[in-house]
């Protein structure tokens, strides 16, 4: 435990002393129960294995210049996670078990919280998946919810440096209609190949476009884009992108410091008109964007001459951050304190 060098933290998994489980088997969820072992014992015809019914969450908890540990929004994560139930068909599971289970999580993993200097935080991973044997193609009866936690530093290595992405245009995350608006992980395993590819080519993230016409930027592979213009936040509106909970507090964020907000579809070439550009979430906070090549249309797109980030995402940063560290009072109901 004296060895966690918290300033130098990657975004990956470490083990921590528990983590916490309900169970979902007639009709009902049990008491939360802590854990201390890593692994899940699973019959192997769950739907979880076979039929992708796998759904999960990602929120953060930050340690305060006070002490005092404060957990991000994590309501809107227990209704997002509702929301990808309907979606696969799984049984819900209940907003005040959620946000006990998180708390529980975080209060028995409460040493690996990383100081606040360190820049660092609790990252908090609740999944839900379908326990129940099936062969047929068809919803399990049963399902196990746990909710696990890890010490996490930024999720692109260069933080709040400007990385270059990428759009391939033969490559697709979510179907219009399918499962882009819920985080099930069947459109991570849709990502891996294309995001692969962008790694070894030496950008940070792909860029998808819209799967039907691709006109439109949808989001990247794990969050949500935004560009500024004229002091505006510019933000896509798809039938095939996560509702980012960073990108909706960003939005309202940016107008309290005074831009206009607009979400609606961004056509690619409205790229060259940005003045600043990001990809937002949870995991990769605010990540300002270099430049943007298009490959097979051979365009290329810069936000940044200098390789900094840009004075709004700077300022949209830093409010979103004070916030969620308690340097900034909780004037919207984002915050709960650990107790
Ligand atoms: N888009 C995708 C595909 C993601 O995986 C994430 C991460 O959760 C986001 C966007 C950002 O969402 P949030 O801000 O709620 O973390
Ligand atoms: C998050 O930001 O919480 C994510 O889930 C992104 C990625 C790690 C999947």
């Known amino acids: 435990m004296n060895t966690i060098d918290w300033s130098n933290l990657s975004f990956g998994y470490m083990k921590t002393d528990c983590n916490v489980r309900s ?17 899940l014992t699973l019959h192997m015809a769950a739907t979880c294995l076979h039929y992708g019914q796998e759904a999960f969450e990602g929120l953060k908890a930050f340690r305060g210049k006070d002490g005092k540990i404060r957990i ?3 309501r809107e994560n227990a209704l997002r996670l509702q929301s990808s139930c309907r979606g696969i068909m799984m049984a819900d599971v209940p907003t005040e078990l959620f946000e006990r289970m998180v708390l529980l999580a975080v209060e028995k993993n409460r040493r690996f919280v990383p100081p606040c200097e360190s820049g660092a935080s609790l990252y908090i991973r609740p999944l839900l998946i379908g326990t129940g044997a099936q062969v047929g193609v068809k919803q399990s009866k049963e399902y196990t919810f746990l909710i696990f936690v890890t010490p996490t530093g930024p999720y692109f290595k260069e933080g709040f440096k400007p990385t270059p992405m990428v759009i391939m245009r033969e490559y697709d995350r979510a179907a219009p209609l399918g499962t882009g608006t819920i985080k099930v992980g069947g459109n991570y395993a849709a990502s891996l ?5 962008a790694h070894e080519m030496g950008y940070s993230a792909v860029l998808y476009l819209d799967a039907k016409e691709k006109k439109y930027i949808d989001e990247c592979g794990p969050a949500n884009f935004f560009g500024i213009r004229d002091n505006t936040y510019i933000t896509p509106r798809s039938e095939s992108i996560l509702p980012s909970i960073t990108n909706k507090s960003l939005m309202q964020l940016a107008e309290e410091i005074g831009l206009t907000v607009e979400r609606r579809p961004i056509p690619v070439e409205e790229l060259a008109t940005f003045e600043e550009a990001g990809a937002c979430g949870t995991a990769a906070v605010i990540s300002p964007i270099l430049r943007i090549d298009d490959l097979s249309e051979n365009k290329s797109y810069e936000f940044s001459k200098d390789g900094k980030a840009g004075p709004v995402s700077e300022k949209l940063y830093h409010k979103l951050r004070a916030i969620q560290y308690g340097d900034e009072p909780d004037k919207y109901g984002w915050i709960t304190v650990v107790e």
Request: hydrophobic share 10%; glycine share 8%.
């Open 23 to 39: 169970y979902y088997r007639d009709g009902k969820w049990s008491e939360p129960e802590t854990e201390t072992s890593e692994y």
């Open 72 to 74: 991000f929004r994590m």
């Open 193 to 197: 190949r294309s995001g692969e590819k």
